[in-house]
């Protein structure tokens, strides 16, 4: 792990503070690990830009529902953006330059370009981690809106959340305040990698997944499913000494989890197959 930590630079940008992480660099980021030759700046400025022409025309208005049409109207009328229904699944969709390029994406990553350009715009927007299907929450002190930016920015009052968790979970759930609590922008992020994680996973495409595991340890250190996974991602890449040290710093961190058998067990296997190689 130490030598992937000294070599990528997601590293020293996952280790800054909480408000010193920027949503859009940390994506291009990600983006960047598949797409060598992207330029973040040049992404950055057409954020800026984007944002620019959505202030000019919410300048006279304070309105949190003028602030919304008139970003959707932006977005997703004049410049197109709009979900990929057609190949949902598609690598390019976890990528915040291909979307920016392309105008269509999943629910989180278009969820970063309406939250980009909204923020810079000057409006109160934040991610929300809802179960299956990311969202967006114009959010006042006395007011909380949640947008489904893949249906353009849809207004989703508690019936459709409702009916949405249904929809996702294939059963009724009951709807709870937590599954619409604030995202930080490093848990955003996270997700984006655990999307890839999956995707590049599905492709066989180990030593990619590996490294978005990696760093999803590095935004979160303390979330212990994600060293699980890390364990098993270093064992599909023939790391085996990595692999008991994610699997032994899963048991560390989960504290007792009820899989604390099969884990250990796995570590044994582990060892027997590290000792083959010495």
């Known amino acids: 792990m130490a030598k992937n930590q000294q ?19 940390g994506a291009l980021l990600i983006a960047q690990s ?8 040049d992404y950055l400025c057409r954020l800026d830009e984007m944002a620019s022409a959505v202030r000019e025309q919410i300048q006279d208005t304070t309105l949190p529902e003028h602030h919304i049409a008139e970003l959707n109207r932006y977005l997703f009328q004049e410049n197109g953006f709009t979900g990929n229904t057609e190949n949902y699944y598609a690598l390019g969709n ?21 939250i980009e350009v909204g923020r810079r715009a ?39 959340l409702q009916a949405k968790l249904t929809e996702v ?15 930080s922008d490093r848990e955003i992020l996270a ?46 890449n023939h790391a085996y000494g990595e692999g008991i040290a994610a699997f032994e710093k899963y048991l560390q961190v989960a504290e007792s989890p009820p899989d604390a058998a099969a884990i250990e067990r796995d570590i044994q296997h582990l060892h027997k197959l590290l000792s083959r190689l010495n």
């Not at 070599?7 to 660099?25: N, Y």
């Not at 179960?131 to 007011?143: M, N, R």
């Not at 997700?191 to 935004?219: G, H, M, P, Q």
């Not at 699980?228 to 064992?235: A, H």
């Open 191 to 236: 997700r984006i990698l655990r999307n890839l994680v999956r995707a590049y996973t599905l492709l066989e495409r180990y030593d990619k997944a590996r490294i978005a595991a990696e760093r999803i340890t590095w935004l979160l250190p303390n979330a212990a499913t994600d060293y699980r996974l890390l364990g098993y991602l270093y064992y599909k």
């Open 122 to 160: 000057g409006l109160p927007l934040v991610g929300v981690n809802f179960p299956g299907h990311f969202l967006v929450k114009y959010q006042c002190e006395h007011l909380d809106i949640h947008l489904d930016v893949f249906k353009a920015g849809r207004f989703l009052c508690e019936d459709r």
């Open 94 to 114: 976890n990528f915040l330059n291909t979307v920016l390029d392309s105008k269509t994406g999943i629910p989180i990553t278009l969820g970063v370009v309406y």
């Open 169 to 183: 979970m294939g059963k009724s759930v009951p709807l709870e305040p937590r599954m619409l609590a604030e995202a």
């Open 34 to 41: 598949e797409y060598i030759a992207l330029k973040i700046e």
């Open 7 to 25: 070599t990528d630079p997601f590293f020293s940008f996952a280790k800054r503070t909480d408000t010193e992480i920027q949503l859009a660099t």
